[in-house]
């Protein structure tokens, strides 16, 4: 009776150091998780591009890191997503070049309207030694940029009047980016111009607290703003940028290897996603006039009118952003140009 009591206990020390051991090991391959946060809704060129990051994470890491994509903003707009990752309480997300530019002045850059005349162009700069130099800006600021993603040339919409004469921006209740450079860009042209968070902007149609608001075509589309907004001018003022931030606060405490691996997957999503957005914004015009929307192109004279009012605000975004800055993109884009 003895002896079986003291193998039991025997036994059972064994199992439960068996336990403890197995305990430890599912700690230590218990993946790394990482909050990726964005604004847009799954079914969106943002939405499938997180999508591909994900896959691309637990591909690289062999499981070993998991993204948890949350979309629609339900862990904050940009600019409280941008908070959470600088204090560390939320790992990764996308967002707007444009919300940023409160934190890193030299994002408003991005905002100069007209400043691309092509993705090319714009592909071009952002991945340049510019864009590097920008992006660089945001680890002083507690973030670490990875990749820029596309968000595209940007067009107006309203619920007032097509929009043929500058004249007719008089007054329309016009939403924009959270950022001075949008802000001012857009009283300039006569709009009565509110700053909100993208993720209030639905309702704010719906609800008729605003009258109109720009966007690319793919989130007019995936947005469903042609179910609140009748008239779509095209205008293409500017090309917006989305990029790819981490909290640094995170990042600092990953190993190499793990950072090797996010930049990578990043890459590859980036490569992903402007295709993507390309070939939706391609066919999203045609699907935006079948679901009611009266397009409408301004006359060469008209859309001349408002480029001139509209790079006014030039100066002062290059005095902000810092003439280096400024001449190093006008540099390129001219040698661009010229490449020709
Ligand atoms: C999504 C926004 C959006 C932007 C805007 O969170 O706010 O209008 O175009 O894409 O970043």
């Known amino acids: 009776m003895k002896l079986n009591m003291t193998r039991l206990m025997a036994a059972a020390t064994v199992a439960l150091a068996t336990l403890a051991a197995g305990a430890a090991q599912a700690q230590d391959i218990k993946p790394r998780l990482i909050r990726f946060g964005y604004g847009l809704n799954e079914q969106s060129n943002q939405g499938r591009a997180v999508k591909v990051f994900a896959d691309e ?28 990752l600088i204090g560390g309480a939320q790992e990764m997300m996308v967002g707007s070049t ?9 994002m408003a850059l991005w905002d100069t309207p007209f400043l691309f005349n ?24 507690g973030l670490v940029g990875l990749v820029y993603w596309e968000n595209g040339f940007r067009n107006l919409t309203n619920n007032k009047q097509p929009v043929n004469k500058l004249e007719d921006l008089n007054g329309v209740k016009l939403r924009v980016m959270q950022n001075n450079v949008f802000l001012d860009s857009f009283k300039s042209l006569g709009a009565n111009a509110v700053p909100l968070p993208f993720s209030e902007l639905f309702t704010a149609l719906e609800t008729k607290a605003v009258d109109g608001q720009e966007n690319p075509y793919n989130t007019i589309l ?4 042609y179910e609140v907004q009748k008239y ?3 205008t293409n003022h ?3 940028p989305w990029i790819v931030t981490v909290s640094k606060k995170w990042w600092d405490g990953l190993s190499k290897d793990e950072q090797a691996v996010l930049m990578k997957a990043a890459k590859t999503s980036r490569d992903f996603e402007r295709k993507d957005t390309r070939e939706e914004a391609a066919k999203a015009l045609a699907e935006l006039k079948a679901k009611g929307m009266q397009v409408n192109e301004l006359s060469p004279a008209e859309a001349n009118r408002m480029r001139d ?3 006014r605000v030039n100066a002062s975004i290059a005095a902000n952003v810092g003439m280096d800055l400024w001449q190093d993109v006008q540099k390129q884009l001219a040698q661009l ?4």
């Open 57 to 84: 994470v637990n591909k690289l890491s062999g499981g070993k890191m998991k993204v948890r994509a949350i979309g629609a903003a339900a862990l904050g707009s940009d600019t409280q997503m941008q908070q959470a």
């Open 98 to 106: 444009a919300t940023l530019v409160g934190i890193t002045k030299e």
């Open 118 to 141: 092509s993705v090319k162009e714009a592909d071009a700069v952002l991945d340049g030694p510019t864009g590097e130099k920008i992006k660089d800006k945001l680890q002083e600021k």
């Open 222 to 225: 995936s947005s469903k703003f």
């Open 232 to 234: 779509l001018t095209v």
């Open 238 to 240: 500017v090309y917006s």
């Open 309 to 311: 009012r509209l790079t």
């Open 337 to 340: 140009r010229g490449q020709k």
